[in-house]
Every structure is written in C-alpha cells, then in structure tokens.
C-alpha cells in the first residue's frame, strides 16, 4: 500500500479504526470528516462514500466502507500487529463480535441518538428514544456479561473487536445515554480502563479530542 486515508469523525464509530490503525504503525492520513457541520453530505466526500459515513478507508485507488470489513482488512493487512487472532475459532469470535456490534448495538443506539430515521411525529419520536434507551442498557449489560473477566473480547488475544468495543464503552457514558459505565457494567469498564493504556489508544483519543476512561 502506498498511501491510507482514514475519514474519520471525532468521537464517531470510526474511532474504532483509528486506534487499529495506530496499532499497527503504519503510515496513515487521518481525514477528519465535520459532522456536525454536514460535511458528510458534501459532494466531495460522497465522491469517497456515497452513503454519507464514516469510517471509510482509502486505500491507494480504492475505498472501504464499513467498520467490520474495514477492521478486518486492516488486521489482516498488518499481521505483525497481532490484531487478527491465528486461530479458527478465535478468527470466528471476532467476527462474531464485529457483526453483533454493527448489526445489533450500533442499530440500537441509533434509536436514541438518530431517532428521527425512525420516527417522524414528536410522539413517536420520543417512544422511539424510550424504548431505545432501554434496549440498549439491556444490550450494554449483555455486553458486560460476555466480556466477564477478559481481559480482552476473546480472552487473552487483544485484537480489532476490543477497539469496537472501546467506542460503545465511550458512547454508554456519554449524554445520549448517559450510564453510569462503572457501576452499570463494571467488566466492560474495567477493559475499557486496559484499553486506556495503550499507546494507540491514547493516540487516536487525543487527536480526537475525548477523555480517557477514568483509571486508565
């Protein structure tokens, strides 16, 4: 690869890649995508993702889109990086992680944080955001449940599906939801503070302007 372009947006899903990114070493371009001001929907980058999100990844004359194929890519782009267990069954439970984190949690916060793809009158909208707000504490506990002890998503093998799991852990504890991450999910907090000491991480929370798990 000659050249990696990740658009990002600060605190979005896409963090997920930064910190594998950083992981890896490799020489990359972060591209910060303004969400807040709509430049997702701006012709040029819908020129890189015409669906209007980010992650997406610009590999030399191509691009990627979606976090558990852009995350899987970069892990087995970068093999010396360890973030790609060598085993089957653990390859396995990280897609597993991946695709329930894409398919199940992100959908579920999006009822709350993004309400109105779901719902048009204020009524609906808030039953939308009601009802989201408790599928994803229910969600968040199963979550914290599964992960238990750790220390990482499969046991001992650090890999691409603790940093997908770093970006739920910092969207519990924010204003949309609003959870007391320490209390309400105490393993999923206690990762998150592992997490928080690693170099890539701090990296990639720093360019991105967000605070650390608190303890790490």
């Given amino acids: 690869m000659s050249s990696i372009r990740l658009f990002y947006s600060d605190g979005a899903c896409s963090l997920a890649p930064h910190i594998a990114l950083e992981e890896t070493g490799a020489s990359f371009e ?4 303004d969400m807040a001001s709509g430049e997702q929907r701006s012709t ?24 558990p194929a852009i995350l899987q890519f970069i892990a087995r782009s970068f093999p010396h990086a360890g ?8 390859q396995a439970r990280v897609a597993e ?4 984190i894409a398919s199940t949690v992100h959908v579920a916060y999006a009822h709350v944080r993004r309400a109105e793809r779901y719902a048009a009158s204020d009524a609906a909208l808030e039953d939308v955001r009601a009802k989201g707000l408790q599928t994803c504490r229910d969600l968040w506990q199963a979550v914290d449940a599964r992960l238990g002890d750790g220390p990482w998503a499969i046991g001992e093998h650090y890999s691409v599906a603790d940093a997908y799991l770093l970006v739920f852990w910092t969207w519990g504890r924010g ?4 959870f007391d991450m320490a209390n309400d999910c105490p393993h999923w907090t206690a990762h998150a503070r592992r997490m928080g000491l690693r170099p890539a991480v701090q990296r990639a929370f ?3 302007g967000l605070a650390l798990p608190a303890g790490g």
């Fill in 175 to 178: 204003s949309y939801l609003g």
């Fill in 44 to 67: 040029e980058f819908l020129r890189i993702n015409p669906k209007g999100r980010v992650p997406a990844l610009a590999v030399d004359d191509w691009v990627l889109t979606e976090n």
């Fill in 97 to 100: 992680w991946l695709a329930w």
């Fill in 30 to 33: 972060p591209v910060r995508v």
């Fill in 206 to 208: 720093e360019r991105e």
């Fill in 83 to 90: 973030l790609w267990p060598d085993q089957l069954r653990d």
